[in-house]
């Protein structure tokens, strides 16, 4: 008998690159928005935790959290990205490790998906900031248009908000 994956295991590695037919990626919704990200691009998901609350910061920035031990700054990605969260129990990916990680709320749980590189949108939606220095590449797949997230992108892109604030 395989094991599941419960929302605290990390996903499977994707297959070998000869039994590959796309681009394996960790898709994740956050509000209306369909997101890839790279496949170990989290590295655990959680419910989300309470976070204590950080004063005079930007309301994206819900707090910190402790996981294990270690304090996480907790971002509720659909704020940060201007859209309303969808109607899914909110989850907490961890993305990086000891002092670069980073949570991010999601809506329900991510699922690795293989992205046919053939589905691959020649001209990408417009896009408002943040997003649109973050975004690599858009694919129409399962009725969705996935937007191809450059996680370093926008995590720059956070924390010069943080900055302006």
Known sequence: MQPINTPTSPAAPPAPEAARTGLPRM???VGELALLLPWDGGREVMPAPAAARIPHTVAWLRGITNVRGA???VVDLAAALGVSRAALPAYLLICGEGETALGLLI???PRVLEIELAN???DRPVLT???DDCVDAAYQQDSRTWLD???PSLF???AASIAQA
Do not use: F, N, T
């Open 107 to 109: 809506d329900g749980l």
């Open 149 to 151: 997230l450059d996680l």
């Open 129 to 131: 900031a943040p997003l």
């Open 156 to 158: 720059e892109s956070l």
């Open 120 to 122: 691959r949108i020649p």
């Open 27 to 29: 898709a994740v919704r």
């Open 71 to 73: 304090l996480v700054p």
